[in-house]
């Protein structure tokens, strides 16, 4: 039986309690964990632990059940991706996203405050809400992520730099893993992480049970509606989970939430061209949103590849969208700063099955580093690899089936009859494929296949 993460609370909890052991014994498993990041721990060398809290430790409970897959860095540096590996061999994503706060202005003047660093976390594999516009809803939903796995990104990244702010904003809906979010944002503003609870935004589409019962749960964090849209036809439109929550009703949610906590609400709404970004949705937003005290924050629309019938608005669509907002309604209004464009971590890019590619090219036996594709920007992580045919890793074919591990990544593809170049799957160090013009190896581990050989001629280059 696979192990639990000892950041999984109600497990950990609930094995100590059978024991006999106080569960005040755990914080001080978490600080040792934190404060050895780079040992395997097997938990012996945990100071100061009742003589019973060891075995059991070891027997039940890891360290961390997910590792550090891969980090990859914006070209300016300050947005750094985590592709983590859970358990079972799924992938989530998280982001962190460095800020100088005195680098903005505010009412004319610099801003006060320092570098930061924000924390941006996946709560499940995939996504039921289906948002059109969003790389991940395309993903479909896979499974929860455990409260351990949540709490171990912000482990993880940790280790990359000190995190002050948290955004539930990554892979998943929140509030459709309630429970683990409770107990993971529990675990985050306790010792030893100690993050304050107004630093930890919450984003959800507008789940109304769950936001009807947040404020008792989660007193003080922030919450983050995805709304996108101003009428509930246009939000069904690109939000099909919307049907679910009607928009009359989930305002009248929100009104209450915030009578009950007294703090504001951040309103998402991403600016689709001809959409939802003309002069009279902004009206309507600033309508629906009079009786609220809102932050509206604009993102502009990130082209995904699976999502190509949608533009991003232009400019003056934005700025103008801000100035009715704020001249008409007197709503706070901003316009997101995106970061992390480069490696696909911005707002709605986030979807594990496209792989950061790390190519080389391979010919006459002589390896040249060179980028070939940009397959960041294609459909379903394939675009131009849509004729190849699909061998597994032994090099035998499917004879007309796509492998099981990337049927989620390569729909599309001709069989083993078929008439286009070849994708052939290999492990490092395999002869060449001599009777091809080029032969690139592609690093996909995100599938479980350790290498893949993509060869097709060399005007495909």
């Known amino acids: 039986m696979a192990c639990r993460s000892v950041f999984d609370l109600p497990a950990i909890r609930s094995e100590f309690e059978k024991a006999g052991i106080s569960i005040r014994f755990i914080a001080p498993v978490w600080k040792y964990v934190l404060q050895n990041p780079n040992i395997k721990i097997d938990f012996d060398e945990v100071p100061s632990l009742p ?48 800020y100088d706060s005195r680098m903005g202005r505010y009412a004319g003047k ?63 809906e929140p509030l459709n893993n309630y429970a683990a979010l409770v107990e993971a944002v529990r675990i985050m503003t306790g010792f030893p992480f100690q993050l304050s609870p107004k630093r930890i935004t919450i984003s959800t589409v507008g789940i109304i049970h769950a936001v009807n019962k947040l404020q008792d749960d989660l007193p003080n964090v922030n919450l983050a509606v995805s709304l996108h849209a101003p009428v509930q036809d246009i939000r069904c439109q690109i939000m099909p989970a919307a049907r679910a929550f009607p928009l009359v009703k989930l305002m009248d949610a929100l009104l209450i939430y915030q009578r009950n906590s007294k703090q504001k609400i951040f309103i998402e709404y991403i600016m689709l061209d001809g959409v939802n970004d003309e002069e009279q949705h902004a009206h309507q937003l600033g309508k629906l949103l009079q009786t609220l005290e809102v932050v509206v924050n604009l993102i502009p629309f990130n082209p995904i590849g699976i999502s190509n019938h949608f533009r991003t608005s232009n400019e003056h669509n934005v700025k103008r969208f801000q100035s009715i907002l704020r001249g008409y309604y007197g709503i706070r209004t901003t316009i997101r700063k995106q970061m992390g464009q480069d490696i696909s971590s911005a707002c709605e890019t986030w979807y594990t099955p496209k792989n950061e590619f790390s190519l080389q090219l391979v010919k006459s036996n002589t390896r040249e580093e060179r980028k070939i594709l940009d397959l960041s920007e294609t459909q379903g992580g394939c675009g131009l690899l849509q004729d190849f045919t699909v061998y597994d890793q032994y090099g035998e074919g499917p004879k007309g089936q796509i492998p099981s591990p990337g049927a989620g990544g390569f729909s599309g593809m001709s069989d083993a009859g078929g008439s286009g170049p070849t994708m052939f799957c290999s492990t490092p160090g395999a002869p060449m494929i001599s009777s091809l013009d080029t032969v690139v190896p592609w690093r996909n581990g995100r599938h479980g296949w350790p290498w893949v050989w993509l060869c097709f001629p060399e005007e495909r280059i």
Do not use: W
Request: hydrophobic fraction near 35%.
């Open 110 to 172: 610099p801003r006060p405050g320092g570098p930061r660093s924000t924390l941006c976390i996946s709560s499940q594999v995939g996504c039921k809400m289906g948002c059109k516009f969003c790389a991940t809803g395309s993903m479909g939903f896979k499974r929860n992520l455990s409260s351990g796995e949540i709490v171990e990104q912000l482990v993880h990244a940790s280790h990359i730099s000190h995190i002050r702010n948290i955004v539930f904003m990554g892979m998943g």
């Open 51 to 98: 003589t019973g809290a060891y075995p059991l430790l070891r027997s039940k409970f890891r360290s961390s059940t997910s590792t550090l897959d891969s980090v990859v860095e914006s070209d300016d540096n300050i947005t750094s991706k985590l592709l983590i590996r859970l358990q079972d061999g799924a992938f989530v994503e998280a982001v962190v996203m460095r």
